[in-house]
């Protein structure tokens, strides 16, 4: 039985076609990894200083969701170094990063609203954890999409290239109509 994160039933015929080349997309997201684990770092020894003051969420959650996101944001990583390489075990690493990261996320929204739901009463809202939860499941259900649809190269792609127009001219390129016969 195919697991339907990383094989969904559209996979064969997505809705939307672009050929993207796996390597390529493994690249991109291996730098985009990178910054992110060092930045992911960066924030985990800022949120572990934050919760040591009191000044965090509920401590327990808001630290084990940033530890989550760490931990997915390595495994996407090494899924797209994978990618890269050209092998296709790598897809399945970078979609369960993501997952790990998304996990992450709702852990440190939940610790974050269960901080702010005492403050409530006084005005102090929680929609900013929330705002940021939406906007990181948009942008993981896009790159997850985007991942899904890229294929490796020997695999079928899905927008046939073909020529360009015209008078029946290679991909890429314009050869321009014959000249006339030479007049008698």
């Known amino acids: ?91 399945r690493l970078v979609i369960y990063g993501l997952a790990l990261g998304f996990i992450g996320g709702v852990v440190s929204t939940i610790g974050t609203i269960i901080f702010y739901a005492g403050y409530a009463l006084l005005g102090v809202g929680y929609g900013g954890a929330i705002v940021g939860l939406i906007i990181d499941v948009i942008v993981y259900a896009i790159v997850w999409y985007v991942v899904v649809i890229s294929r490796f190269p020997g695999e079928t792609p899905l927008v046939a290239a073909g020529p360009t127009g015209g008078y029946g001219n290679p991909p890429g390129g314009y050869n321009p109509p014959p000249p006339p016969p030479p007049g008698a």
């Open 1 to 91: 039985m195919a697991n339907i994160l990383t094989d969904p039933p559209f996979a064969a015929d997505p809705p939307v076609k672009l050929n993207i080349p796996a390597k390529t997309l493994g690249l991109v997201l291996l730098i985009l990894g990178v910054i992110g684990i060092i930045f992911g770092i960066l924030g985990l020894t800022a949120t572990f200083g934050a919760c040591t003051l009191g000044g965090c969420g509920f401590p327990i959650l808001w630290l084990l969701g940033a530890i989550i996101g760490l931990v997915g944001i390595c495994v996407g990583t090494y899924g797209a170094y994978q990618m890269y390489q050209l092998n296709r075990d790598g897809k």
